[in-house]
C-alpha cells in the first residue's frame, strides 16, 4: 500500500485499475475520504468490511459519476431524484432509490434500496470516470470511530491494508453526505448531513420526514447510537455547565479536553495545564469542517476525558449535533 498524490492523470487510472482487480482503493471525497471497492464485485466488497470491521448487514453507499449512471443501479426512478440530482449533484447528497435485482445483497444491506451519490471532488470524479462503473465506499476508518478527513488519517488507521490511498487534500465539507430516502410514502431523512435541510425543503417544496425522530426501520450509513467515536470518553455539556463540570474533573484528577465555541471558556481553560481545548468556528458548516479533525487530535493526547460544549439545537446544527450525540457517551440537556 501506498499513498498517492493526485496531481498526476496516471496515479488515478491506476486506482481505477486496482478497482477492476478487486482491490480497494481509498479517495477523498468533498464529505471524508472513502473506502472503494467495485459495488458490482461481492468478492471486492468483503475486503471493504473486513478492513473496516465493518459487521455484514449494513449498507454502503455506491459512488457514481454522474445521473446518467442513476437507472443502472435504481429501478422505477421517481422524477424527484432526477430533479434532485440536477440541483445537487455532484454533491453531497445520497438519494435512496428501489435497486435493481443484480445489485448485490452485501452493498444494500439486503434492502430493497440503494443508495447513490455523485460526490464533488475532481479526483473522486476522475476516479469513477477512468473506473467506468460503481464505487461502494464507505468512510475509511475502523468502523464506529472517527471519520478521515486527511489522507494521512486513512494511512494511520487503516495502513498496509488498502491497495492505495489517493491524497486529494482536506475534505472541503467533513462530514458525511445526507441520505434522502425516495421509497417512502413521503420523502425521507435517514441521515442528515452536508446539504441542510433548509436545502432539500426548499428544492422538495415540502420539508422531509426525519427518521431519526419518526421511527423508520430502514439502515442506513452512520445511523448506530454509537458511532463517530474517539477512543476518548467524551460527553457534551450546555454552555452554562461545561466549565463546572471541567473543574470537577480536573480536581478528580483528570486530564481534559474541550471542544470550545465560546472564546471566553476556551481562554479561561487554557489557563490550566491539565486541560487542551480547540475553539471551534461558531458557524455549523466552519464547525463541521473542523469537527473530526479536531476529534482526532484530542484522541491523540492522552487525556482522560473529553467534554463537548453542545452547539444550538436547530435545523442548522442538525448533522453537527447528530454526530456528536453518536459520538458522545454522555449528553446533558
Keep these: 500500500m501506498n499513498i498517492q498524490s493526485c496531481s498526476l492523470r496516471d496515479e488515478v487510472i491506476t486506482a481505477a485499475a486496482l478497482l477492476r482487480a478487486g482491490k480497494t482503493v481509498a479517495f477523498p471525497t468533498e464529505t471524508v475520504y472513502g473506502l472503494g471497492a467495485d459495488a458490482g464485485n461481492s468478492t471486492a466488497v468483503r475486503r471493504v468490511f ?29 422524477d424527484m431524484a432526477f430533479r434532485l440530482a440536477e440541483r445537487f449533484w455532484p454533491g453531497p447528497l445520497t438519494l435512496v432509490l428501489r435497486r435493481k435485482a443484480w445489485v448485490p445483497d452485501l452493498v444494500t444491506g439486503a434492502q430493497d434500496g440503494v443508495a447513490l451519490r455523485v460526490p464533488l471532488h475532481p479526483v473522486a470524479l476522475a476516479l469513477l470516470r477512468a473506473f467506468g462503473g460503481g464505487v461502494a465506499a464507505p468512510s475509511a476508518n475502523r468502523f464506529g470511530g472517527v471519520s478521515p478527513t486527511e489522507a494521512r488519517h486513512v494511512f494511520e488507521e487503516l495502513g498496509g491494508k488498502v491497495d492505495l490511498i489517493l491524497d486529494g487534500g482536506s475534505c472541503a465539507i467533513g462530514i458525511e453526505s445526507t441520505i434522502l430516502s425516495l421509497i417512502e410514502t413521503m420523502p425521507t431523512i435517514l441521515r442528515p448531513g452536508g446539504l441542510p435541510v433548509t436545502a432539500l425543503t426548499e428544492a422538495i417544496g ?75 468556528p461558531p458557524d455549523p458548516p466552519g464547525y463541521a469542517r473542523r469537527l473530526y479533525t479536531a476529534l482526532r487530535r484530542l484522541d491523540s493526547e492522552g487525556l482522560d476525558r473529553l467534554l463537548v460544549e453542545r452547539p444550538p439545537m436547530n435545523f442548522e446544527w442538525l448533522a453537527v449535533n447528530d454526530r456528536l450525540r453518536r459520538a458522545t457517551q454522555v449528553w446533558r440537556e
Design 206 to 280: 415540502m420539508q422531509p420526514a426525519l427518521a431519526l425522530s419518526s421511527g423508520q426501520s430502514i439502515r442506513c450509513p452512520g445511523m448506530l447510537p454509537r458511532h463517530y467515536a474517539p477512543r476518548t470518553m467524551m460527553e457534551a455539556e450546555p454552555s452554562e455547565a461545561i466549565w463546572d463540570r471541567c473543574c470537577e474533573l480536573e480536581a478528580a484528577g483528570e486530564r481534559v479536553g474541550v471542544l470550545a465555541l465560546t472564546d471566553p471558556l476556551a481562554q479561561s481553560a487554557i489557563q490550566r495545564q491539565t486541560t487542551v481545548v480547540v475553539v471551534m
Design 50 to 78: 473486513e478492513i473496516k470491521g465493518r459487521p455484514l448487514g449494513h449498507p454502503l453507499i455506491i459512488h457514481i459519476a454522474g445521473a446518467g449512471d442513476i437507472e443502472t443501479w435504481a429501478k422505477d426512478v421517481p
